[in-house]
C-alpha cells in the first residue's frame, strides 16, 4: 500500500531542512489520505492526551477532536482569548514545547501528517515536528528525559490559520504506539491529525469471532456514493457515538436511489453476524439496508465490479436501532472467505455504525 503520488504543482508548503516527506497542499489532503488511511489519533477511536509541556491558553485535548475547529471572537477565558486548540504560554525557555499522545489503536504505521493552525494568527506555531515510539508503558513516555524517541517528521514550518500536511515516502517501516508532536518554539495549533493504518492484535484462535470491519482491528471505509452530512468513515468507530453528527448520512434524493459504502475489512474472514445500527437517526434513517460481500486479493473494489455477491437481501430498517442479522437470513457466508463488503441504504439517509462480525480466514 503506497501514498498516493504527490506531484509538484501542489507542493505549497515549504519544509525545513531534509525530510523524507512531500507537502500536500490543503485541497489535496482528503484525497492523499481519506480513503487509504485513518486518522490514529482520533479521539473517537480512543486516543488519550498523556502529557504536554504547557497549555496555558488552550488545551492540549483540543488537538485530537475529529470536528473542524471553530471560533468564538469576542470570548475570554481567565488564561485570555478562547482558542479551539492548544496553545501555550509565550517566551518558551526550552527549544520546544510538546504533547504526548497514545494512539487509539493497538500500534499502527505511518503515512502522513496534518497541523490545522485554524484561526490562530500572530499566535500559531512557527514550526513542528513529529516524533514516535512502542512502548507498554505509558508512565515511561510521559517523562520529559524518555529516550525512546524517534523521528517521524522532520522539523517543518508552519503557517498562520491554515491546514498544512505532508505525506512520508511510504509508510514507516516500524509500528509505534506512542506520538510526540515537537512545537518551535511555542504558540498554537488547532488540531493534529496522525494518517496510516492501524496494526491490531487479533485473537490468537480462528475460531474467536470479532469485529473485522472495526476501525481498531483495521478497518477502512474505502469509498462511497455520498457524505453530505455525516462521512462514512464514522461507520466503523467504536461505541454508538452521542448524536447524529459522528454517523454517516447522504444527502436528501428523490425518485428510485441507493447509496453505498465500501468498507475494506482489517482481516479476510468468514461473516457470522451483520450489524447496521441507526442511533440517533430518527426522521433520516434508511427505510432499507443491504448488504454484499467480495474477495479482491488486491487494489480496492468499485461498486459496480463483478465479483459481488449478496450477502443481506432488502431489509426494512427502523430508527434508533441496532439490527442484527444472522443465521438464516444471511446467505452465502458458511465457508466463504470476503475481504470487502458494501453496505447499501435505499433510498438513502443516515447509518450509525456497520459491524461486520465474523471469524479471521488467511
Known amino acids: 500500500m503506497e501514498i498516493p503520488v504527490v506531484t509538484p ?46 497549555e496555558w491558553f488552550a488545551a492540549a485535548d483540543n488537538l485530537t477532536t475529529p470536528t ?26 526550552e527549544p520546544a514545547d510538546w504533547v504526548v499522545i497514545r494512539l487509539g489503536v493497538a500500534s499502527g504505521r505511518v503515512a502522513g501528517v496534518e497541523i490545522d493552525t485554524a484561526f490562530f494568527d500572530g499566535n500559531h506555531a512557527p514550526a513542528i515536528a513529529v516524533e514516535g515510539t512502542f512502548s507498554a508503558d505509558d508512565e515511561a513516555v510521559k517523562d520529559p528525559k524518555f529516550a525512546g524517541w524517534e523521528n517521524i517528521l522532520e522539523k517543518q514550518e508552519c503557517g498562520p490559520s491554515q491546514r498544512q500536511a505532508w505525506a512520508l515516502e511510504g509508510l514507516t517501516e516500524k509500528a509505534y504506539t506512542h506520538v510526540r508532536l515537537l512545537m518551535y518554539p511555542d504558540g498554537g495549533i488547532a488540531r493534529f491529525r496522525l494518517y496510516g493504518v492501524a ?72 461473516v457470522d453476524k451483520i450489524v447496521v445500527d441507526t442511533a440517533h437517526f ?48 444471511l446467505s452465502n457466508v458458511k465457508g466463504a472467505v470476503y475481504s470487502h463488503l458494501k453496505l447499501v441504504i435505499i433510498p438513502d439517509g443516515g447509518v450509525k455504525r456497520f459491524r461486520v462480525f465474523g471469524r479471521r480466514r488467511v
Request: charged share 25%; net charge negative; with cysteine.
Open 9 to 54: 504543482e501542489i507542493l505549497k508548503i515549504k519544509s525545513i531542512g531534509a525530510s523524507k516527506s512531500y507537502p500536500v497542499a490543503a485541497d489535496k489532503i482528503a484525497t492523499t489520505f481519506g480513503s487509504h488511511y485513518i486518522d490514529l489519533i482520533s479521539k473517537p477511536l480512543g486516543s488519550r492526551i498523556l502529557a504536554f509541556s504547557d
Open 282 to 329: 430518527r426522521g433520516n434513517f434508511p427505510q432499507k439496508v443491504q448488504v454484499f460481500a467480495g474477495l479482491w486479493e488486491s487494489g480496492e473494489p468499485g461498486a459496480a465490479d463483478k465479483g459481488w455477491v449478496e450477502v443481506l437481501a432488502p431489509q426494512k430498517a427502523g430508527p434508533d436501532k441496532e439490527h442484527e442479522y444472522q443465521g438464516d437470513v
Open 199 to 270: 496494526l491490531p492484535v487479533f485473537p490468537a484462535s480462528i475460531d474467536d469471532v470479532f469485529d473485522l470491519a472495526a476501525t481498531v482491528n483495521g478497518g477502512v471505509a474505502v469509498s462511497c456514493s455520498d457524505q453530505h452530512f455525516g462521512t462514512k468513515d464514522n461507520l466503523l468507530l467504536p461505541g454508538r457515538g452521542h448524536d447524529m453528527g459522528d454517523g454517516w448520512e447522504t444527502k436528501r434524493t428523490r425518485g428510485e436511489h441507493v447509496d453505498w459504502t465500501i468498507v475494506r475489512l482489517g482481516t479476510k474472514g468468514e
Open 68 to 93: 473542524a475547529p471553530v471560533r468564538k471572537p469576542g470570548v475570554f477565558t481567565h488564561a485570555g482569548a478562547w482558542y479551539d486548540g492548544w496553545e501555550t504560554r509565550r517566551h518558551n525557555t
